[in-house]
């Protein structure tokens, strides 16, 4: 029985070989890098447990990350 199971279905065109297949995921399978490291922001703001806005929280880890990133850059 299959109820309430994820399945996978390989459509395999007449003559090809199994090697010759991509597997095409959908938009919704995967996280793009920066909806990652947002998620993995909300749930430490979580952790935290501390009074305040997330957006507030975000925007200043974000910046801290920027400005990190910047002092390793050269100079111009």
Same mark, same amino acid.
């Given at each position: ?22 597997? @095409?995921? #959908? ?24 009074? #305040? ?12 990350? @920027?400005? #990190? ?8």
């Amino acid at each position: 029985m299959t109820a309430n199971r994820n399945l996978k279905l390989l459509l395999q065109p007449d003559g090809e070989h199994l090697e010759a297949l991509k597997e @095409i995921r #959908g938009e919704f399978d995967t996280k793009t890098p920066s909806q990652r490291l947002r998620a993995v922001l909300f749930v430490w703001w979580q952790q935290l447990n501390k009074p #305040g806005d997330f957006d507030d929280f975000y925007l200043r880890k974000m910046e801290s990350l @920027i400005d #990190g990133v910047k002092n390793n850059l050269q100079p111009q």
